[in-house]
């Protein structure tokens, strides 16, 4: 067990729907990052946040967005899903923004549109 | 901008090979961090080293060792007598603000 919790591991939903893709950080870790792995993208990066704040944007589509709770728990909201967001979403946190820092992963969310 | 260029797709080996897995990168930051994760069949994300940009030496640890070398902008990751839970997909990262990973090698080791 990483620390990094994300729920639900596997999710299938059908075209048009929207779903929400939870994340609880490691203990103490104040940093939130969304990665999408799709067979063909590789592991790209979506969004960061640090202690609530959005702090990075990568590749994330509109019809993506997320936010960060006092809690530091993270979600991540698709919305008028497609075919090809199908995909393994992972979270990853850690303590702090700053370059050393690696991240810690979850076990990933696997989003299945049909 | 930054970029982690795994050119091998894929590799087989048979078990008790060495195998070595290559990563290069680019960045424009004199201070950089590099990384090496392990995603077995399982689909977790698992960490296996970090590595900064002021620290050149090489690291192992076990049957695994890494090779950074910056005047190549390489960091290299060799499995020395394989076995067979080694076969995972292996992802370098480089960190600037964020971890940009390399599309990954998809190993193999059969028995």
């Known amino acids: 067990d990483s620390g990094v919790t994300q729920t639900p591991k596997h999710l299938i939903t059908a075209t048009g729907q929207r779903v929400t893709l939870r994340c609880s950080p490691r203990?103490?870790?104040?940093?939130v990052y969304w990665y999408q792995q799709s067979l063909d993208q590789g592991l790209q990066f979506l969004i960061q946040?640090?202690?609530?704040?959005?702090?990075a944007k990568g590749n994330i589509l509109e019809r993506f967005s997320a936010q960060q709770f006092p809690d530091l728990h993270s979600e991540l909201n698709l919305s008028s899903l497609e075919l090809g967001d199908s995909a393994l979403y992972f979270c990853?946190?850690?303590?702090?923004?700053?370059?050393?820092?690696?991240?810690?992963f979850g076990s990933g969310t696997r989003l299945t549109v049909v | 901008a930054q970029k982690v260029t795994q050119a091998q797709t894929e590799i087989s080996v048979v078990e008790k090979e060495d195998v070595t897995l290559d990563c290069v990168y680019e960045?424009?930051?004199?201070?950089?961090?590099l990384f090496w994760y392990k995603q077995p069949p399982s689909g977790e994300l698992v960490f296996l080293i970090r590595?900064?940009?002021?620290?050149?030496q090489n690291e192992i640890s076990g049957r695994y060792s890494w090779n950074f070398q910056k005047s190549t902008s390489s960091f290299n990751f060799t499995i020395t007598a394989s076995q067979v839970v080694d076969s995972a997909v292996y992802f370098c990262?480089?960190?600037?603000?964020?971890?940009?990973f390399g599309k990954g090698t998809r190993l193999h080791i059969l028995p």
């Open positions: 960045t424009r930051d004199t201070t950089y961090y």
């Open positions: 946040y640090y202690n609530g704040e959005e702090r």
């Open positions: 590595r900064n940009s002021f620290d050149e």
């Open positions: 203990s103490g870790d104040l940093s």
């Open positions: 990853a946190s850690s303590v702090s923004s700053r370059e050393g820092y690696g991240y810690t």
């Open positions: 990262a480089l960190r600037d603000d964020k971890i940009i």
